[in-house]
């Protein structure tokens, strides 16, 4: 199973507030398509919830909603435990879409996470899972650190890390 994660966050490692994205960045949105499209996607309750009725389940991908207390959910796989997310995986390439809950419980089993940085400061909401030991960074866009400023003039950034094998076998 090729396991990856992917997820924006703000300055301060916030990925969502009151149960949504506390910014607008539509080209982070579409780098989130192109790069998860025709994959299975695993997502927490939370996560489905938030996502807008034309992209529930978001469409091409396979959705495996986490819930432990089940949930009506037309369109996804409801799974009741990590256990059985990953069986529904299978040794298909497979994304972890969010939320906060759900990239922690199976960050352990991620090989590769996309991040999108956002310029911004949000302060209270769910934080990313930090990543500063055991992960090397691949590649960015832009290439220099620099940044891109996405139409709605928010300032970000892409990052794309994998797991660092030499810090994992020490
Ligand atoms: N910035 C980004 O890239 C990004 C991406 C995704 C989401 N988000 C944001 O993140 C927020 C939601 O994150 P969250 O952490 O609050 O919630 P979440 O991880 O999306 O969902 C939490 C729910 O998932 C189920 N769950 C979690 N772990 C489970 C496990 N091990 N086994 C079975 N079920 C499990 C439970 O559902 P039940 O309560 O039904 O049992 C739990 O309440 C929203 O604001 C959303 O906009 C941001």
Redesign the pocket.
């Known amino acids: 199973m090729a396991l990856g994660a ?4 703000s300055a301060d490692g ?9 910014w607008s960045v539509p080209e ?1 949105l579409a780098r ?1 398509s192109r790069l998860t499209a025709g994959s299975v996607v695993v ?8 996502l807008p009725d034309a992209y529930r389940p978001l469409p091409g991908r396979e959705n495996v ?7 009506d959910a037309p369109g996804a796989t409801v ?4 256990a059985s ?1 990953l069986a529904v995986v299978g040794d298909r390439p497979a994304w972890v ?9 199976l960050l352990d089993r991620v090989v590769r996470v996309e991040v ?1 940085d ?1 310029d911004v400061v949000v302060g209270a ?2 934080r ?1 899972p930090d990543l500063a030991v055991g992960w090397r960074l691949l590649a960015q866009d832009p290439p220099d650190g620099g940044w891109h400023t996405s139409r709605t003039g928010v300032r970000y950034r892409f990052r794309t890390l994998e797991r660092d094998a030499a810090r994992g076998a020490e």
């Open positions: 992917i997820w924006a966050q916030v990925i969502g507030r009151d149960g949504r994205l506390p982070d989130f997502m927490g309750r939370a996560t489905w919830e938030s909603v986490l819930s432990r207390r089940g949930l799974v009741p435990d990590l997310a879409v969010g939320g906060a809950q759900v990239y922690e419980a999108t956002v909401g769910v990313a």
